[in-house]
């Protein structure tokens, strides 16, 4: 936990950015595996880590604004659980650490609640997206869970909080980036032809788990990049073959990482991957020297996207003008997902609280329905204290070149003839983690090679 004056100084400012009523904080909960006493690992809801900071299930919390006073609800350990688990310290310590100095048994939370409806007073809280909690607001409210309406008051508060980082935040996500960092290079490290996909993600999570952390997210290590999310690691690495590896570290108070490389199972790239990945690495420097506050994130990605069409079109897989290219999403065929999110105590911060919330503003909305730009997470302007990533990319996905063949989808930019040429070539992506500054930006962590001689040199160095 950080210090207890970090709980009580973010739970005053949140509390004099809402008009009134009470805040309510459902943590999670053990979810089973296969049956009750089998769970699932255990990963706290992050809101509730940055205004209470504990790491316990069954947990609530409530930050009554009228009365002033803040209670966490939960239940000591039984003598059962002492049996089963040893003495740990007590709810009410942890409590303490947290600056809050009342508790109560969980059951009475629903007495709270009740209490205060009765009163005429609102309960705000935020959307649930663990099952128990979606039930447990319902009942609660005595709601049906389609009727559960979460609070934009408090949903924005604590937007406007959470995105702009403290200083021992980015403390714990550099640790996280660091040891991001010593994973990607194991992994240049391990692969090499006739090993399984499988055996580097268990290498880094080996790696990490060392370090204290788990894994922010579940690692994609794969030979077929042009899948985004792929998670089936059982192929096996063959001399040709580009290999994706995306994946990053959490520490153990949350924070997270996020890192993605691409790199030769040979010790070097052929012509065909060297030429895609510099596109891709163009791209990639291009985007990041735009970040500074006030700047769009919309408007670095279709920058980024223009770089992209420019390096295509010299390989001869697109034509005609860069910018119109961009304008009629033709570069989307390539380029199907949006150039980064918000990070923090989330891989994808804040991201159960609303994407239109946490990435765009009501005066700039989000657009929910073009190719492309569905996919992109972050639009609005950049503040000093975010935290970003950068990953331009480029996917060739066999059915959706099909799919826009058969339509003769903006045949004005696109060859297909050669396209097809690079029909099962995968995907290639590069990303880091950048902190906004006031005068531009900083890249986060000790760094992590990236060219193609920085790479090609240490694959030769370690597969000698």
């Not at 049996?83 to 009475?108: D, I």
């Not at 406007?160 to 194991?186: C, D, P």
């Not at 079109?313 to 005609?320: A, C, T």
Request: one cysteine or more.
């Amino acid at each position: 936990m950080f210090s207890t004056q970090t709980y009580q100084d973010r739970r005053a400012v949140l509390q004099s950015n809402v008009s009134g009523g009470i805040l309510l904080f459902l943590g999670n909960i053990e979810n089973p595996v296969n049956f009750e006493h089998n769970p699932y690992y255990f990963r706290q809801d992050s809101t509730y880590l940055y205004y209470f900071g504990i790491q316990e299930p069954h947990i609530a919390g409530i930050i009554d604004i009228d009365e002033n006073k803040t209670i966490i609800f939960g239940d000591e350990l039984s003598i059962d659980d002492i049996v089963w688990m040893g003495r740990q310290e007590t709810l009410k310590e942890k409590s303490l650490k947290s600056g809050v100095q009342e508790t109560m048994p969980y059951a009475e939370l629903a007495q709270y609640i009740l209490k205060a409806q009765t009163s005429g007073r609102k309960v705000h809280y935020l959307p649930p997206y663990q099952s128990f909690n979606k039930i447990l607001l319902a009942d609660l409210l005595g709601l049906k869970i389609a009727a559960l309406q979460p609070s934009a008051e408090m949903i924005k508060a604590i937007v406007k909080q959470r995105s702009i980082k403290e200083s021992q935040e980015i403390v714990q996500i550099e640790q996280a980036v660091n040891v991001s960092n010593e994973m990607h290079l194991l992994a240049m490290r391990t692969a090499k032809p006739g090993i399984k996909e499988y055996e580097i993600a268990n290498a880094i999570q080996y790696l990490a788990a060392n370090k204290e952390c788990q894994m922010s997210y579940p690692p994609i290590v794969t030979i077929n990049g042009g899948i985004l999310h792929n998670h089936y690691r059982l192929n096996t690495l063959k001399e040709g073959d580009l290999f994706l590896n995306d994946s990053g570290a959490e520490t153990a108070m949350g924070y997270a990482g996020d890192l993605t490389r691409t790199f030769p199972v040979s010790k070097t790239f052929s012509t065909k991957q060297k030429e895609m990945y510099e596109v891709v690495l163009n791209a990639f420097n291009n985007a990041q020297q735009l970040l500074k506050p006030g700047v769009r994130f919309k408007d670095i990605h279709l920058k980024a996207s223009q770089h992209l069409v420019e390096g295509l079109i010299d390989l001869g897989l697109m034509k005609g003008n860069p910018e119109e290219a961009v304008k009629n999403h033709a570069h989307t065929l390539f380029f199907q997902c949006g150039l980064g999110h918000m990070m923090g105590l989330d891989v994808h911060d804040m991201e159960d609280l609303g994407e239109q919330y946490i990435g765009y503003t009501e005066e700039e909305p989000k657009d929910t329905k073009t190719f492309g730009l569905k996919s992109l997470r972050l639009g609005k302007a950049l503040e000093s204290g975010f935290v970003v990533t950068v990953e331009p990319g480029i996917y060739m996905i066999p059915e959706l070149i099909d799919i826009w063949q058969a339509e003769n989808k903006n045949a004005d930019f696109i060859n297909y003839d050669t396209v097809n040429e690079y029909r099962n070539f995968g995907g290639i992506r590069v990303e880091d983690d950048f902190l906004i500054t006031d005068d531009g930006y900083r890249l986060l962590g000790n760094g992590l090679i990236k060219t193609v001689e920085e790479i090609e040199n240490y694959r030769a160095e370690h597969l000698a």
